[in-house]
């Protein structure tokens, strides 16, 4: 059985930072490339980055400077580091695996395996 899990998300003032990880199990990370996503209430889901099996990293604008991805095969986790957090980047934050060859667009559906998401919010 395929399980993601995140953890370490919180509340942080504007401009702190916080580092947020993805364990798996059932699922080998070192296989898949690891994508992390955000949904805030009321907005669609929204791609932050992924980290490919080959250790690219692609970020969408909005984080490109302040978020890095980096993922520990060894351990199977993946993580998201954010920096200079906005108050605009409050959201549920989801790690997702995907083994599909757009999995660089972002887009939701090529995204097999999904955790449950932990809450991220940032006051100003």
């Known amino acids: 059985q395929v399980q993601l899990v995140e953890s370490g998300g919180g509340l942080v003032q504007a401009g702190g930072s916080l580092r947020i990880s993805c364990v798996a199990s059932?699922?080998?990370?070192?296989?898949?490339?690891m994508g992390w996503f955000r949904q805030a209430p009321g907005k669609e889901r929204e791609f932050v980055g992924v980290?490919?099996?080959?250790?690219?990293?692609f970020y969408s604008d909005s984080v490109k400077g302040r978020f890095t991805i980096s993922r520990e095969n060894t351990k199977n986790t993946v993580s998201l580091q954010m920096n200079n957090l906005e108050p605009e980047d409050t959201a549920v934050y989801y790690c997702?695996?995907?083994?599909?060859?757009?999995?660089?667009?972002?887009?939701?559906?090529?995204?097999?395996?999904w955790g449950q998401g932990t809450q991220v919010t940032v006051s100003s």
């Open positions: 997702a695996a995907s083994t599909s060859v757009a999995y660089a667009r972002g887009v939701p559906s090529s995204y097999g395996y």
């Open positions: 059932g699922l080998p990370v070192s296989n898949y490339h």
């Open positions: 980290t490919s099996r080959s250790r690219a990293t």
